[in-house]
């Protein structure tokens, strides 16, 4: 890793009627990814965004597009987002009925496999795909739609997987999605969580002095 903590704005909270813009704000702001959610109206109750906006952001700038696939059966989609520009890819344990083809699939690609679950699954879940995946993303609001409220139980589960992690010496990222704001960031590091999504709190409000915070914040830790 890079650095100890990565910051990973999601787009979901941006002005979509200058995604551009608001990408290059973040660049010039050190993010070290872009959090791009996709979502099917079937695995979640919202439709986003899809691979014709990913292929045209890609031209903006070399930032790692983070793209979380909530959709059902992803695998049928890989390939197009590997092409459309994705660096690291993220499946929802719950979406896949073959969750360890998925995967394959994704490094197939040459992109960056990822694993996801929701506030109501166990990291045991997970935890045999351990060796096929750089991160395991824990959803901290149930997905579907920005702006909820941080689910604090899910912490635990961080600390957790933090400890299976360490004890089995892996090299794996955790990340946390879902109400995360300057608030209540350092509980959610503290629980072992090193890659921070942040969807309002990043781009409500000034930008700038927002990211500025996150790192004072992470580096008190």
Do not use: W
Not at 107 to 136: E, F, H, R, W
Not at 153 to 167: C, N, Q
Not at 172 to 200: Q, R
């Amino acid at each position: 890793m890079d650095t100890k903590y990565k910051m990973a704005p999601s787009i979901l909270a941006a002005d979509f009627s200058r995604l551009g813009e608001e990408i290059g704000r973040l660049e010039k702001n050190g993010a070290e990814y872009v959090h791009i959610d996709v979502m099917d109206g079937a695995f979640v109750p919202n439709i986003s965004i899809g691979i014709p906006v990913i292929r045209s952001l890609r031209k903006c700038t070399d930032l790692f597009f983070d793209v979380h696939l909530m959709v059902n059966e992803p695998i049928r989609y890989i390939d197009r987002f590997a092409e459309a520009g994705a660096d690291g890819i993220t499946v929802h344990a719950e979406a896949c009925t073959d969750l360890e083809a998925t995967l394959d699939k994704i490094a197939q690609t040459g992109k960056k496999p990822a694993v996801s679950i929701n506030p109501d699954t166990g990291i045991d879940a997970v935890i045999p795909y351990l060796d096929k995946v750089g991160m395991v993303l824990l959803m901290s609001v149930y997905p579907g739609y920005g702006g909820q409220k941080f689910i604090v139980e899910t912490l635990d589960k961080s600390a957790a997987l933090r400890e299976y992690i360490t004890k089995n010496k892996l090299d794996i990222d955790i990340e946390m999605d879902g109400g995360i704001k300057l608030d209540n960031v350092k509980k959610v590091v503290d629980a072992g969580v090193n890659v921070i999504v942040a969807g309002t709190g990043v781009f409500r409000g000034d930008l700038s002095a927002n990211m500025k915070s996150f790192r004072e914040i992470f580096n008190k830790v």
